[in-house]
DNA sequence: GCATATCGTAGGCGCATACCCATAGCGGGT
DNA sequence: ACCCGCTATGGGTATGCGCCTACGATATGC
């Protein structure tokens, strides 16, 4: 027998943060796995769920909400727009902006995402009861207001 | 006064792997960003870590390790060494190996390298007394444990 | 002794993410 | 009428990461 050649560095694992990074990614990641068997990246489902759940968007709005630059957003319209997802209009009001909002077709899309998400969520999650889920959804929720605010040290994260 | 617009989309937060995927994120970037002020980047401290806790490594055991592909690796000790944190012997029973250590500089930063990661969890996790954070702490242990297995579905992650 | 497998090395590719700058159109204030 | 600021857009760059191929040196199995 030999010692487990897989086994992580100990002086990782006794860092919080770093289970915290290993285990998001590897959600994140997986789901981004299903996200691309439909030719979707992450951040498209990101504008879907903003715009879903808080209505149509101005442009600069999901920058800001989603803190992804402006520029980046105006090509994940682009994609979404083709494939029918979200749909594009001038603001009537100020022409300089555009309206985004989603579609009959993304909505329904965004549905299947959700489930994906939650499918994803099940197989990460599985060694935790419904307590514990809780508990866990309660502590990071915690952590990532605090985080979403000032924030500590430096800007980082993004 | 507006909505914030700052709001992440609720049904995201409803979701526990996005959470874990968020706070993650923000910490391994907020530590990559002390990393750099050294020169280093993640994977550097991953390998200071496995060498520091676990001794000298064959490279191809770092590469299963770690998870990283052994061509990278190689990459990884060359700064490594370069810089003097790392030594490299060729293995004298098995002349195709390389086997790898720390240098008593290597330890030294390594040290370092987790004080600063230390006062990045403590930043990030500054929201959550002794008791919550070891809650968190071990209900990420058993998430990890899971998903280092066989691990659900796919293989992502990796 | 020869074929096959393993190890380190070198080089390159593709992808997602994150920024940054310049431009053209438009609104608002003066 | 004019200037300034904001909007979307288009283009470009850099980085980190993951992955893959080829090759020479060496070990190992037959």
Do not use: W
């Not at 959600?27 to 715009?51: K, T």
């Not at 879903?52 to 600069?60: E, I, K, Y």
């Amino acid at each position: 027998m030999r010692v487990n050649e897989n086994e992580t560095p100990p002086s990782l694992l006794g860092l919080t943060t770093y289970l915290m990074s290993r285990t998001g990614k590897s959600a994140r990641s997986r789901l981004a796995e299903r996200l691309a068997d439909r030719g979707l990246r992450l951040r498209h489902m990101a504008v879907l769920a903003a715009l879903v759940d808080l209505g149509p968007h101005v442009q600069r709005e999901l920058a800001v909400r989603l803190a992804i630059d402006r520029s980046d957003i105006v090509k994940i319209i682009d994609e979404l727009g083709a494939a029918g997802l979200v749909d594009r209009a001038r603001d009537m009001t100020d022409r300089r902006r555009v309206t985004v909002s989603v579609s009959p077709a993304g909505r329904a899309l965004y549905d299947r995402l959700q489930a994906d998400a939650r499918a994803v969520q099940d197989d990460v999650l599985a060694p935790l009861n419904a307590r514990e889920r809780a508990r866990l959804t309660t502590l990071l929720m915690r952590v990532h207001g605090h985080l979403q605010d000032g924030a500590g040290a430096q800007r980082a994260g993004r």
